[in-house]
């Protein structure tokens, strides 16, 4: 019995080859200016984050999100241990705020370093400052997972967070492990701050890559059209460019 079992924990942690897992994740920060409140050194209230792009539950792979702020604030170096992962701070100054996402341990051993910058203040385009919308500043990205080993696999290959392949037919997976205990919820569908958050569905980012190659397909071909006159010029004689 203990030889069987053994072999199985061992199957379980066998990697599958050439499968790999994407979480879309975004990750950004929102500032509401203060108003009336505002002083000289405390203008804004703002928070950073990482969440699904779905604004699913992210803590099925992230363990824990480290957040270093600037020096001049108390305790810059914030962790925070579960969902959402995000925290609040006030103050008046733009800086670059890194976040460590740290993965469970059948997820991945190593970390992920995420950079953004905090934006206060809105562009000239979008009017002056107000208390009741905030400036957001988001990005996109994907957490790709290479190899994934098969708990991992059965784990999450539900969850509609992930992004997962197809397996071939007549691969066995191990029984995804038990609940426990209730865990609280986990995603940001209603957050407080959920109606300001950007939408990066899929179709949008295939329509942004679409535009961006019309127009490197187009770039290309006025270039071509430039070098195909320059090669059909008649040459300039020496006399020529001798006056």
Known sequence: MMESRGAQQVDETKKLKDVEISF??????????????????????????VRSATNEDLSVIIKRAVFQ??????????????PPFELSESGWGEFEIAIKLFFHSDVCDKQLELYHQLKLFPEEESGPQSTKKPVVAESYDE????????SFFARVQNHPAAIVPRLPSGLNLPSPAPITHVKKRGD?????????????????????????RQQVQAHIAKLRRQLSMIDGMPPQSKATSGQ
């Open 69 to 82: 702020l600037h020096p001049s604030f108390n305790n810059p170096t914030r962790v925070v241990d579960s």
């Open 188 to 212: 940001t569908k209603d957050h407080a701050l959920s109606q300001w958050f950007m939408n990066f569905s899929e179709a949008d980012e295939l329509l942004k890559l679409a535009a961006a």
């Open 24 to 49: 879309p994740v975004v990750y950004g920060t929102m500032a509401f200016w203060l108003g009336k409140k505002a002083s000289e050194y405390n203008s804004h209230k703002w928070t950073v984050y």
């Open 143 to 150: 957490i790709v997972f290479y190899e994934p080993t098969k």
